[in-house]
């Protein structure tokens, strides 16, 4: 980031934004203290910033906060955490990519592509470079958001936010090797083609088919140690 826009940048975004590199760089392993005070000191800050940001990585799933410890790193998932997080998404996110597909505009399809293209973009070099992971990241959350954003049902929507911040988790924790970046990037590129072509039975099965290819890679190494 460069100086000129962190000083444009509140103090506590700025601090959202260093904590979530130390992730991101594994300078902060999953279920590490966070402890408040040992951070202002660390980073120079008073603790009003800091506690914000806390408080939003918490919302996004990455950070837990237990009575009476305060807040640490989220841990890895379990095996069985992964399985059933990814069964859910494999109800849901379908749903939202058939409902989606009746309801497209040439603005959406545009801003889908964008984030089709980014992701493209970080293959190769998502594996070992953080800035190339956090663009990796981004795109693959922007994907499957506006996806949901263009559902027009509330409730899906709401059920994909919901769950959204633990598949934050899981999308950071288990990119430890390979990410799967290229994998992801032609299935993405698939349920774009069947969204802009308007054929919504064929958009949900490529989701589908994508949600149960990330879950055989994922089966492929143990994400203890690695995506």
């Known amino acids: 980031m460069s100086e000129a826009r962190k000083k444009k940048q509140p103090l506590a975004d700025q601090m959202y934004e260093v904590l979530?590199?130390?992730f991101m760089t594994g300078q902060r392993a999953p279920g590490s203290p966070l402890n408040i005070g040992a951070l202002s000191r660390e980073l120079d800050v008073s603790q009003t910033p800091l506690r914000e940001a806390l408080a939003r990585l918490e919302h996004t799933g990455l950070v837990v906060r237990e009575a009476l410890k305060g807040y640490r790193v989220a841990p890895v998932f379990t095996d069985r955490e992964?399985?059933?997080l990814m069964d859910a998404r494999m109800v849901l996110e379908p749903a939202l990519t058939y409902e989606t597909c009746r309801r497209t505009t040439p603005?959406?399809?545009?801003?889908?592509l964008g984030s089709v293209t980014e992701l493209e973009r970080s293959v190769g070099l998502a594996d070992t470079d953080s800035v190339s992971f956090r663009s990796y990241w981004a795109a693959d959350d922007r994907f499957h958001g506006l996806i949901?954003?263009?559902c027009d049902n509330p409730?899906?929507?709401t059920a994909y936010r919901s769950l959204n911040g633990q598949?934050?988790?899981f999308r950071l924790f288990s990119r430890m090797g390979n990410t799967g970046a290229a994998f992801a990037a032609q299935e993405h590129r698939a349920i774009y083609d069947a969204l802009a072509e308007g054929n919504p039975e064929i958009a949900s099965i490529r989701m589908r088919e994508?949600?149960?290819n990330a879950n055989k890679r994922r089966k492929q190494q143990p994400v203890a140690s690695a995506r």
């Not at 603005?107 to 889908?112: D, I, K, Q, S, T």
């Open 20 to 22: 979530l590199d130390q």
């Open 82 to 84: 992964i399985g059933k």
């Open 107 to 112: 603005e959406f399809l545009e801003e889908l």
């Open 148 to 150: 949901a954003q263009q």
């Open 155 to 157: 409730f899906l929507e």
């Open 167 to 169: 598949v934050q988790r």
């Open 210 to 212: 994508h949600l149960q």
